[in-house]
């Protein structure tokens, strides 16, 4: 097992180092960097964020994927326009450089606590890791968010938990699904962190943006919903093989709604449902690039820091409940064993299997 410890992270670390050498053949260019580059000089000179004006930068169009110029919501443009004050392009690289050392430096956390389990997930998502590091996208620094949360909830600081989701959330929409995963948990303090960050966020974007821009996007999003789901997406998959379009394009839809429900029914088992909810990040969207298959190292997450046993505990609420209502000890013959005791050990009994039966490494392999 020593040698499997050692032998597998190394393994994983070459690989991923032998793929990106074959792909920055192509140059450095981190092409995602530059799209959000251009969405923060097109706000920095007054022009339409959702669309290209005479003297733009370019931006590469791939109907009827995306038609528009850029494909996340104004935030991130938000953020670009000081980026992109600074002298010969400086700020697309300054931006990539911060989102390779946020997936790097995550993954080898999460190595170095899990090496075998870490190490091949590495492996699997090998070429999508590549990817991500080479373009720039600001899924490197949802990976570290979404493990951050995590990592945060395990040392119960729900406050900054919540925060970091809400500033995740209006960078790419989809992290909302750790929203309802907060609240099927009950963790309140949490919840409202996540509400005023995110309220506040808001106002920054729309002084940053302009309230148009925000009312666009929203006709943008229903536009990719509908006509603009991506080849690797569920519902390019299922066009793929044959599935009638216009079915496929509601998969993405079904199985946001069916990973919602689930994160629910898994609600006392939160590392599990955890999991869950990062995964149905991946398969509810309706635009997938081969890069955000990533997202699978932050399901991973529960496995690296359980949840502690005190937590798990807070979380059962009805067993908790359960546990409350039977008889007091003070009831029962004094020469007899308290049944409420005896009911209370076994549920922390059950609480201790759930704390090892939920790490996704169980189910996401």
Same mark, same amino acid.
């Given at each position: 097992?020593?040698? #499997?410890?050692?032998?597998? %992270?190394?393994?994983?670390?070459?690989?991923?180092?032998?793929?990106? &050498?074959?792909?920055?053949?192509?140059?450095?260019?981190?092409?995602?960097?530059?799209?959000?580059?251009?969405?923060?000089?097109?706000? !920095?000179?007054?022009?339409?964020?959702?669309? =290209?004006?005479?003297?733009?930068?370019?931006?590469?169009?791939?109907?009827?994927?995306? &038609?528009?110029?850029? =494909?996340?919501?104004?935030?991130?443009?938000?953020?670009?326009?000081?980026?992109?004050?600074?002298?010969?392009?400086? @700020?697309?690289?300054?931006? /990539?450089?911060?989102?390779?050392?946020? =997936?790097? @430096?995550?993954?080898?956390?999460?190595?170095?606590?899990?090496?075998?389990?870490?190490?091949?997930?590495?492996? $699997?998502?090998?070429?999508?890791?590549?990817?991500?590091?080479?373009?720039? !996208?600001?899924?490197?620094?949802?990976?570290?968010?979404?493990?951050?949360?995590?990592?945060? =909830?395990?040392?119960?600081?729900?406050? $900054?938990?919540?925060?970091?989701?809400?500033?995740?959330?209006?960078?790419?929409?989809?992290?909302?699904?750790?929203?309802? /995963?907060?609240?099927?948990?009950?963790? +309140?303090?949490?919840?409202?962190?996540?509400?005023?960050?995110?309220?506040?966020?808001?106002?920054?974007?729309?002084?940053? $943006?302009?309230?148009?821009?925000?009312?666009?996007?929203? @006709?943008?999003?229903?536009?990719?919903?509908?006509?603009?789901?991506?080849? #690797?997406?569920?519902?390019?998959?299922?066009?793929?093989? @044959?599935?009638?379009? $216009?079915?496929?394009?509601?998969?993405?839809?079904?199985?946001? #709604?069916?990973?919602?429900?689930?994160? /629910?029914?898994?609600?006392?088992?939160?590392?599990?449902?955890?999991?869950?909810?990062?995964?149905?990040? #991946?398969?509810?969207?309706?635009?997938? !690039?081969? !890069? +955000?298959?990533?997202?699978?190292?932050?399901?991973?997450?529960?496995?690296?820091?359980?949840?502690?046993?005190?937590?798990?505990?807070?979380?059962?609420? *009805?067993?908790?409940?359960?546990?409350? *209502?039977? %008889?007091?000890?003070?009831?029962?013959?004094?020469?007899?064993?308290?049944?409420?005791?005896?009911?209370?050990?076994?549920?922390?009994?059950?609480?201790?299997?759930?704390?090892? *039966?939920?790490?996704?490494?169980?189910?996401?392999?």
């Amino acid at each position: 097992m020593r040698i #499997l410890r050692i032998a597998i %992270p190394v393994l994983a670390i070459g690989l991923v180092l032998a793929i990106q &050498t074959v792909y920055f053949d192509r140059g450095f260019v981190p092409g995602d960097a530059f799209t959000y580059l251009a969405a923060g000089e097109r706000l !920095n000179a007054g022009h339409l964020l959702y669309a =290209l004006s005479p003297g733009d930068r370019p931006v590469d169009l791939k109907p009827p994927f995306w &038609t528009v110029p850029l =494909l996340s919501p104004p935030p991130i443009a938000v953020l670009f326009r000081p980026l992109a004050l600074l002298p010969n392009d400086l @700020g697309p690289y300054v931006w /990539w450089a911060f989102c390779v050392a946020s =997936l790097v @430096g995550t993954t080898l956390v999460m190595m170095r606590r899990r090496p075998i389990l870490i190490g091949l997930a590495v492996i $699997a998502l090998s070429i999508p890791l590549v990817y991500d590091i080479g373009v720039g !996208n600001l899924n490197s620094l949802l990976i570290a968010g979404m493990v951050g949360s995590w990592y945060l =909830l395990t040392r119960g600081r729900e406050t $900054a938990a919540g925060s970091l989701i809400a500033a995740m959330t209006a960078l790419k929409l989809t992290p909302v699904v750790l929203a309802w /995963w907060l609240i099927t948990q009950r963790r +309140w303090s949490a919840v409202r962190a996540f509400v005023v960050a995110g309220l506040a966020l808001l106002v920054v974007s729309v002084v940053g $943006a302009g309230l148009s821009a925000h009312l666009e996007y929203l @006709g943008i999003i229903r536009t990719t919903s509908a006509a603009g789901t991506s080849d #690797l997406s569920l519902a390019g998959m299922a066009r793929y093989v @044959g599935v009638d379009p $216009a079915l496929a394009g509601l998969l993405p839809t079904g199985a946001l #709604l069916l990973g919602l429900v689930a994160v /629910w029914f898994l609600r006392e088992r939160p590392g599990v449902a955890y999991g869950v909810a990062v995964l149905t990040m #991946l398969l509810g969207s309706p635009v997938v !690039n081969i !890069n +955000w298959f990533t997202v699978g190292l932050a399901a991973l997450a529960p496995a690296v820091w359980p949840m502690p046993q005190g937590t798990l505990a807070k979380m059962a609420p *009805s067993s908790s409940a359960y546990a409350r *209502s039977q %008889p007091a000890a003070s009831s029962r013959a004094a020469n007899g064993p308290s049944e409420s005791s005896t009911i209370t050990t076994a549920t922390f009994q059950d609480a201790s299997r759930d704390s090892q *039966s939920s790490r996704p490494m169980d189910t996401a392999s």
